[in-house]
């Protein structure tokens, strides 16, 4: 079991009461680890209007200490679940004297590569790995493309969102629906793909999400 700090009681708040209302700040820096595909890594986001660039400053405030490390494009759940022991071997993913936290979102580009058992096989591999270490996770869902459903997996959808909530529940971590809430369907907020967020929608994204976020870093361990 861990020892988590009790989250914060967030309530409805403006971004910035949120920020100031979060728990009195960790003994040591709080190391937000982003391991994501191209949703999280803000692609076709120019630097310094991605996700990360957004939430750091917020979460920064008010005596927090946090840093955020991207560990780059993760194509897919697979690419991911090999990679966790380069993340943990080099120092720059993981640095000592923090205390590491995870946003986690992977997935979306499973469909074309293998089956929804195979994603959710590699995805409880992951947050098995970080539960043995004691590393709180964010588990963040995102809506499957319409091409998913197949015939051979004619419910690969309804699985699909029901997979991130269950997984989170199994491993004790938060859980976030999906990471493009507030922006789908919303062509303005979109890149003219039609899938990734644009400058606009990052905002929003990020917006969206500071609450959950925070309650991650509230549960970073303490020394």
Do not use: W
């Not at 992977?106 to 994603?119: P, R």
Request: with cysteine.
């Amino acid at each position: 079991m861990r020892d988590f700090i009790k989250p914060c009681a967030l309530g409805f708040l403006t971004i910035s009461a949120l920020v100031s209302s979060a728990c009195a700040p960790a003994a040591a820096p709080v190391t937000i680890v982003l391991i994501g595909d191209s949703y999280l890594i803000g692609h076709g986001v120019e630097a310094g209007e991605k996700f990360k660039d957004r939430l750091l400053p917020l979460l920064n405030t008010g005596g927090m200490k946090v840093a955020i490390i991207d560990t780059g494009f993760n194509q897919t759940s697979a690419s991911t679940a090999a990679r966790l022991d380069i993340f943990f071997k080099v120092p720059h993913f993981f640095p000592a004297a923090t205390n590491p936290v995870v946003i986690l979102e992977e997935g979306s580009n499973d469909c074309t590569a293998m089956s929804l058992d195979q994603t959710r096989a590699n995805l409880s591999q992951i947050l098995s790995t970080f539960s043995e270490k004691g590393i709180p996770v964010l588990v963040v869902g995102t809506t499957p493309y319409d091409a998913c459903d197949s015939a051979a997996e004619p419910n690969y959808s309804a699985e699909y969102i029901q997979m991130f909530a269950d997984l989170a529940a199994q491993y004790g971590d938060l859980y976030y629906r999906d990471f493009k809430d507030g922006v789908s369907g919303h062509p303005e907020l979109m890149q003219d793909d039609r899938d990734h967020p644009n400058t606009q929608g990052e905002a929003v994204i990020v917006a969206n999400m500071l609450p959950v976020v925070l309650e991650l870093v509230a549960r970073a361990a303490q020394p």
